[in-house]
């Protein structure tokens, strides 16, 4: 039987969500400056680590009320504290995600997948970027890709977060071979090819932190 707390996410549940991301980019941030090493600035681990640290200490020092007030404070500190294309980025996905759940407690699949969606398409408006062109849309159409089919199908949250994980796990082993079309990495040209793409990594640590904390509260 679906527990209610395998239907919904709430505040303290996305609070959870940022702060497991937090804790997985500082576990993961010199691979992914290592993987920015190769084909970018070699600063992506660095300057996430700080931003994520802030929304951290943000969202546990004064408690949002809303969902919509935790993905707005998250997306803002992001955009003040990483700086460059991937504060912009990650800070769009939150703010854009911010305007779709408004004041709402509560997130079911659907709702959270709309919500995901608009993220996505603020980040592609922003960075023109699309899947192939070897930046973090590879790992994040994916995940939208996943939690809407997981929400027409009426799937229970923990398993849509699952497979949006899996999803961007997929999205993100996908980029090596190819060759990068936005960003930094694009003036490498076919030199970019065969490497991990830093952004897509750590979207991909993003959904599955989403995926790790929500099993977690609802066991």
Same mark, same amino acid.
């Given at each position: 039987?679906?527990?209610?707390?395998?239907?919904?996410?709430?505040?303290?549940?996305?609070?959870?969500?940022?702060?497991?991301?937090?804790?997985?980019?500082?576990?993961?941030?010199?691979?992914?400056?290592?993987?920015?090493?190769?084909?970018?600035?070699?600063?992506?681990?660095?300057?996430?680590?700080?931003?994520?640290?802030?929304?951290?200490?943000?969202?546990?020092?004064?408690?949002?009320?809303?969902?919509?007030?935790?993905?707005?404070?998250?997306?803002?500190?992001?955009?003040?504290?990483?700086?460059?294309?991937?504060?912009?980025?990650?800070?769009?996905?939150?703010?854009?995600?911010?305007?779709?759940?408004?004041?709402?407690?509560?997130?079911?699949?659907?709702?959270?997948?709309?919500?995901?969606? /608009?993220?996505?398409?603020? &980040?592609?408006? #922003? %960075? !023109? @970027?699309?899947?192939?062109?070897?930046?973090?849309? =590879?790992? $994040?159409?994916?995940?939208?890709?996943?939690?809407?089919?997981?929400?027409?199908?009426?799937?229970?949250?923990?398993?849509?977060?699952?497979?949006?994980?899996?999803?961007?796990?997929?999205?993100?082993? /996908?980029?090596?071979?190819? &060759?990068?079309? #936005? %960003? !930094? @990495?694009?003036?490498?040209?076919?030199?970019?090819? =065969?490497? $991990?793409?830093?952004?897509?990594?750590?979207?991909?640590?993003?959904?599955?932190?989403?995926?790790?904390?929500?099993?977690?509260?609802?066991?």
């Amino acid at each position: 039987m679906l527990t209610l707390e395998d239907s919904r996410l709430t505040v303290d549940d996305l609070i959870a969500w940022l702060v497991r991301f937090d804790e997985q980019i500082v576990e993961h941030a010199e691979r992914l400056t290592e993987l920015d090493s190769a084909i970018g600035d070699a600063d992506h681990g660095t300057n996430m680590a700080r931003g994520t640290a802030a929304v951290r200490l943000r969202l546990t020092e004064a408690r949002p009320d809303d969902a919509g007030a935790v993905l707005k404070s998250c997306g803002m500190t992001l955009v003040s504290t990483v700086g460059g294309a991937s504060g912009s980025l990650y800070g769009t996905l939150f703010l854009e995600m911010a305007k779709r759940v408004g004041a709402a407690s509560e997130l079911d699949t659907t709702v959270f997948a709309d919500a995901f969606r /608009a993220g996505v398409a603020g &980040v592609v408006a #922003r %960075g !023109r @970027a699309e899947p192939g062109d070897k930046t973090m849309i =590879d790992a $994040l159409q994916p995940t939208v890709d996943a939690l809407s089919t997981a929400a027409a199908g009426g799937v229970p949250l923990t398993k849509s977060l699952q497979a949006a994980a899996a999803a961007a796990a997929a999205g993100r082993d /996908a980029t090596i071979p190819l &060759v990068a079309r #936005r %960003g !930094r @990495a694009s003036y490498l040209g076919d030199r970019s090819a =065969d490497h $991990l793409d830093p952004g897509a990594t750590s979207a991909a640590l993003l959904v599955q932190s989403l995926a790790d904390s929500h099993a977690e509260r609802v066991r």
